[in-house]
């Protein structure tokens, strides 16, 4: 059974950072793409970034790219989200994801790639 848990948000002031940490287990972590996605209240879930199986390749949102990064550590299971320069808009729930298909060299952006989720961790940010 797959299983992600995402942990390390909180509530910050605008300008700050936080790290996003997401464990996985339950299935071969190094062979799947994985992605962060948000959901603020009141909207749709909206994809912020993503990272392929061996981490050559990511993809960010534009409202994030500059600001944010995904990594990953194959080697223990994690994927990481380093956040920076944060703003009030920033403020979500924020999910990690893993793809439904082996490999892939190009990071997915659509929900509808990702077949596990987690619970999501609440990241606040204050003006």
């Known amino acids: 059974q797959v299983q992600l848990v995402e942990s390390g948000g909180g509530l910050v002031q605008a300008g700050a950072s936080l790290r996003l940490s997401c464990a996985a287990s339950?299935?071969?972590?190094?062979?799947?793409?994985m992605g962060w996605f948000r959901q603020a209240p009141g909207k749709e879930r909206e994809f912020a970034a993503a990272?392929?199986?061996?981490?050559?390749?990511?993809a960010y949102a534009d409202s994030v790219k500059g600001r944010f990064a995904v990594s990953r550590d194959n080697a223990k299971n994690m994927m990481y989200l380093e956040m920076s320069a944060l703003k009030p808009d920033d403020t979500a729930v924020y999910y990690c994801?893993?793809?439904?298909?082996?490999?892939?060299?190009?990071?997915?952006?659509?929900?509808?790639?990702?077949?596990?989720w987690g619970q999501g961790t609440q990241v606040t940010v204050s003006s």
């Open positions: 994801a893993m793809r439904r298909n082996l490999f892939g060299e190009v990071p997915r952006r659509d929900t509808s790639d990702y077949d596990y």
């Open positions: 339950g299935r071969t972590f190094s062979r799947y793409g």
């Open positions: 990272i392929t199986w061996s981490g050559g390749q990511t």
